[in-house]
């Protein structure tokens, strides 16, 4: 089990993580910044249920009942008589009242466990197999996916016996066969064993007897990104499935990938709402979008050096739940809501008859093979918070220029943060200086050399970042 918490400039760390009883886990880090931070809680170096997910430092983005994240074997798969267990992480929510019912062919007892930070622990039981709906509510409002439905299995009994041998779960290939063995260790009854695609896609796996109570089971994997294989005898899953694999590079990281842009958050009728999702640094993999509102919404994509661009074109107005996967996982802050405003748009403009929202949620939705991208070459630029005021100049060559002298001052830039120095002088006449020189002599200490040619007024520019320093710019004459 790790976790790692990346900050908004993009940079990573580590957190810690301590094991506790009862297969919990805590986990300590330490933000520097204000600001919505990414944490990712990986288990064999895979994303866990609901990984990642936002962590907000400072003032809370805005919230509601879209920002509730959920996750945990118990909304995939449930067994009766055993405690079904997930997650509720209702911090970037913020304040409200969070309710949790099962609804399916007997009654269920639930359980809800408070843990720091916003983190909620939830468990239900219940006696009889079936489909449950599983509704989690904010403020009375469903949260995105909301009533989950899972398929409780009876007693997995003889389940409990088979074993899995010689699966590969990461290194894995397009098109190149995926196969490993089941043994049943003295059970009996028929195995069926199926695979979840990153697009969302199932296939069956081909599961042939190789010997007496021992079976191979092979499937082709034609995506990049984590698939889930489910194995089970008699309808009920053997221990640990699901079982995530990767195929493809393991570099295929939704925990990097960002979005931002105005057409999150608010949006017009009939115009395009553009938004931008960069991938730099995150591998290949499969981006989808999509976009649940009153209308349908034409939507269209364009590449770019750091990532895609999205346009969106709405019908109707009121709020739209854009939910953006990387390889079937929803990166960090997804969904978004945005509020599009504005009349209407036509359906027969001959005839000016206004398009009325669907009583229904309609779905739009996209997807793209995304190439990788290095972050730096016109991708993800890390962001530069230097001050500016911090910034000390100091020496005899801010006092006076001589002619055809070597004049010399230093730049301390001591507590004055990241950014980039930037130093120029104009010459009377209007043009840069010829010779003028600037070399780093320590940490933290710049020595800067120039010789003037003409008579008269020069003016000498330093700058930290785009901020001129405390006494730039300085006139000298000669």
């Known amino acids: 089990m790790e976790a790692s918490m990346t900050d908004p400039e993009g940079i990573s760390e580590l957190c810690e993580v301590m094991d506790q009883e009862d297969f919990h886990y805590l986990i300590k880090m330490t933000p520097k910044t204000n600001g919505l931070h990414t944490v990712s809680i990986k288990h064999k170096g895979m994303h866990v249920s609901g990984s990642p997910f936002q962590f907000s430092v400072g003032q809370l983005s805005h919230g509601g009942p879209h920002k509730v994240q959920v996750g945990g074997p118990g909304l995939e798969k449930g067994e009766v008589g055993l ?168 570099a295929s990281d939704p925990a990097m990938v960002t979005a931002s842009g105005d057409g999150l958050e608010h949006g017009k009728c009939g115009a395009k709402n553009k938004f931008i999702v960069r991938t730099a640094g995150a591998g290949s993999g499969l981006l989808a979008v999509f976009i649940d509102g009153p209308s349908k919404s034409a939507l269209s994509c364009k590449e770019l050096d750091e990532g895609y661009e999205f346009s969106y074109t709405p019908f109707c107005p009121g709020n739209y739940l854009i939910t953006v996967k ?82 010399t001052f230093n730049v301390e830039i001591k507590d004055a943060g990241n950014a980039v120095l930037s130093i120029g002088m104009i010459s009377p006449s209007g043009f840069p200086e010829a010779e003028l020189s600037l070399k780093k002599v320590s940490q933290t200490t710049y020595t800067v050399n120039y010789k003037v040619q003409e008579i008269g007024e020069h003016i000498l520019h330093i700058k930290w970042g785009d901020d001129e320093i405390p006494g730039s710019p300085f006139v000298l004459t000669t």
């Open 326 to 407: 990387y390889g079937n996982i929803p990166i960090a802050g997804s969904p978004y809501q945005a509020v599009v405003t504005g009349a209407a748009q036509p359906q027969d403009s001959r005839k000016g008859v206004g398009r009325k929202p669907s009583p229904v949620v309609e779905q739009s939705s996209m997807a793209v093979e995304t190439v990788e991208k290095k972050a730096g070459a016109g991708g993800v630029r890390r962001k530069l918070t230097g001050d500016a005021s911090k910034v000390i100049a100091k020496g005899p060559g801010l006092k006076k220029a001589f002619t055809n002298r070597v004049q």
């Open 83 to 250: 405690r079904n267990v997930f997650n509720i992480y209702t911090r970037e929510a913020g304040p409200g009242t969070l309710s949790v019912a099962v609804e399916g062919t007997a009654k269920a007892t639930i359980q809800l466990e408070q843990r720091p930070n916003g983190f909620l622990g939830a468990q239900y039981k219940t006696s009889k197999p079936g489909m449950y709906g599983v509704h989690v509510k904010y403020n009375d409002v469903h949260i995105p996916g909301s009533p989950f439905m899972v398929n409780v299995a009876p007693d997995s009994g003889v389940a409990r016996q088979i074993s899995i041998h010689a699966l590969k779960d990461k290194g894995l290939l397009i098109d190149k066969p995926v196969t490993f063995s089941v043994a049943f260790n003295g059970a009996q009854g028929h195995l069926h064993a199926t695979v979840r695609t990153p697009s969302g896609g199932h296939m069956d796996c081909l599961c042939q007897e190789m010997d007496t109570g021992v079976y191979a089971v092979r499937f082709i994997p034609k995506e990049n990104g984590v698939h889930y294989v489910d194995v089970k005898l008699n309808d009920a899953h053997i221990p640990d499935s699901p079982i995530p694999i990767m195929v493809g590079s393991t």
